[in-house]
Nanobody, 126 residues
């Protein structure tokens, strides 16, 4: 059974930081592209960052809105993906979801992802 479990959300003031974690079980972690998405109330789910890593190569993409503020990383031994979020802004407020798609291609389309976590809420106050 595939499970993606996020944690690390919370309430933070603008300019602050949070680190989200996503623990993955039930799939071959190194054969999947992993992504972070977010969804604010009344808005469509949007791509935040994505990454894949094989024994010989890897790639990471960010949405323009978070580039230079957010950093995605993954620890294969712990089967965990992280999203370090710095310089948070009120517009970063959303539910954050991790997702997995088979293969080595970062898609920014949430409908293409095969597995999803339950989400963790991030609220940034001004």
């Amino acid at each position: 059974q595939v499970q993606l479990v996020e944690s690390g959300g919370g309430l933070v003031q603008a300019g602050g930081s949070l680190r989200l974690s996503c623990v993955v079980t039930g799939l071959a972690f190194d054969t999947y592209t992993m992504g972070w998405f977010r969804q604010a109330p009344g808005k469509e789910r949007e791509f935040v960052a994505g990454t894949w890593s094989s024994w010989s190569a890897g790639d990471t993409h960010y949405a323009d809105s978070v580039k230079d503020r957010f950093t995605l990383s993954r620890d294969a031994a712990k089967r965990t993906m992280y999203l370090q979020m710095n310089s948070l802004k009120p517009e970063d407020t959303a539910d954050y979801f991790c997702a997995a798609i088979k293969g080595y291609r970062i898609s920014r389309q949430f409908r293409e992802y095969d597995y999803w976590g339950q989400g963790t809420q991030v609220t940034v106050s001004s």
